[in-house]
């Protein structure tokens, strides 16, 4: 009898601890366009997923991480990568989301939160002080080098080259509605000096390189070079853009 008991113990706690774990499926999706600075990958649907999660690629039934999510929308997430290189359109890349929520489950959430609303009374200097809250300074950027030396054993001469980029993102600069983001790369070769001397542009390529304000949530104006990620086949774009 004692037996009996000690494993109905057991087996109802595995059943908590499985019930209580948060359950997460793959998701395929393709890679729809490749920039100098982003990855755009499609999705029937986005639901789950959220900005900086990971996507993985699939190899030999193990996921290894390729992507950081950036942003979103209902069917796309534009990306960075985790290490330079390597992505064509069309490569899949899977990503590990959270299954909806039950639409019983969402409407029993919902009661709850109407509750304890109407219970606990927020005054209007609460609600001022969560909407400044919510411009939150974000600034992400690199700077790498890389060498690149071609070594002969023929009449040909060896050469080295050198390429040095710059990265970054600064997302509502000090908590205001202004934001800077610039890409842009600097090579030449070693002993050919004088090729930047004659015309800088000749090594200096600027990808991005953009102010943007935030009129509000749903409108936006730019000036400078961007890629516009709700148009990104088109390229990088110059002057003013104004978007609603």
Known sequence: MKKGIWILLVLLFIVTVLKGQSVKENISGQVSYVSTQNIYVKFKSTAGINAGDTLFSQAAGILVPKLIVKSLSSTSCVCSAISPGGFS??????????????????????DVVKEITLTVPVSDSSIVKGAKAGLTQKIRGSISLNSYTDLSNTVAKNSQRFRYTLSLDAGNISGSKFSFETYMSFKHKNGDWQTVK???????????????????????????RRINPRMSNIGAMDGVQFEK
Do not use: H, W
């Not at 899977?94 to 639409?103: C, L, N």
């Not at 542009?201 to 990808?207: C, E, R």
């Open 89 to 110: 359109v069309s490569d899949l890349l899977i990503a590990r989301a959270v299954p909806s929520i039950k639409k019983e489950e969402k409407e029993t959430d919902k």
């Open 198 to 224: 004659d015309n800088v542009f000749n090594a200096l390529k600027i990808y991005s390189l953009a102010v943007r304000y935030d009129l509000n949530k749903t409108t936006q104006i730019s000036l400078g």
